[in-house]
């Protein structure tokens, strides 16, 4: 089995650059947990505040719209709302945190196509966001 990924692995496993892998791995497995400990985080304020404002959190009566740029004041003046929202921002921006993390550290491991990969993944990523944009505007 032969083919451009598979002597990049070759050549992060069998040279120096497999410590800097190592290490790229751990950082990307530093931010998947914290990150999830923060959504989770935000989530469970969230659904206190709900539940101190008397709103049961599991009423689908009234669903809160989503407005990004909303968020921050939601979050200064504790709604629920800002705190739902985020951490739902937050797992959803995990992965594409990863693929920056992974890309980054592909470049700096002199890993220049898998750099490559990781950039047009993210440019394919920006072009799903605003054109989900676009459609629900």
């Known amino acids: 089995m032969s083919g451009p990924a598979t002597d990049a ?15 790229l791995e751990a950082v990307v497995a530093r931010l998947l947990v914290v990150g999830t ?26 669903l809160p719209a989503f407005d990004l740029r909303a968020i921050p004041s939601e979050l200064v003046t504790l709604q629920p709302t800002g705190f739902l929202w985020a951490g739902i921002v937050t797992v959803m921006g995990l992965p594409i945190g990863r ?8 470049y700096a491991a002199g ?7 990781s950039l047009l ?3 394919v990523v920006a072009i ?9 505007a």
């Open 121 to 123: 993944v993210l440019v």
């Open 37 to 62: 400990y923060v959504a989770i985080g935000l989530i469970l304020v969230g659904v206190l505040l709900m539940l101190a404002q008397g709103v049961d959190p599991l009423s689908f009566e009234q």
């Open 128 to 136: 799903s966001i605003l054109a989900a944009l676009e459609i629900t």
């Open 9 to 23: 692995a070759r050549r992060l496993a069998t040279s120096s650059t497999a410590a800097t892998a190592y290490r």
């Open 99 to 106: 693929v920056v993390v992974s890309g980054a550290g592909f």
């Open 111 to 117: 890993e220049r196509r898998l750099a490559l990969v």
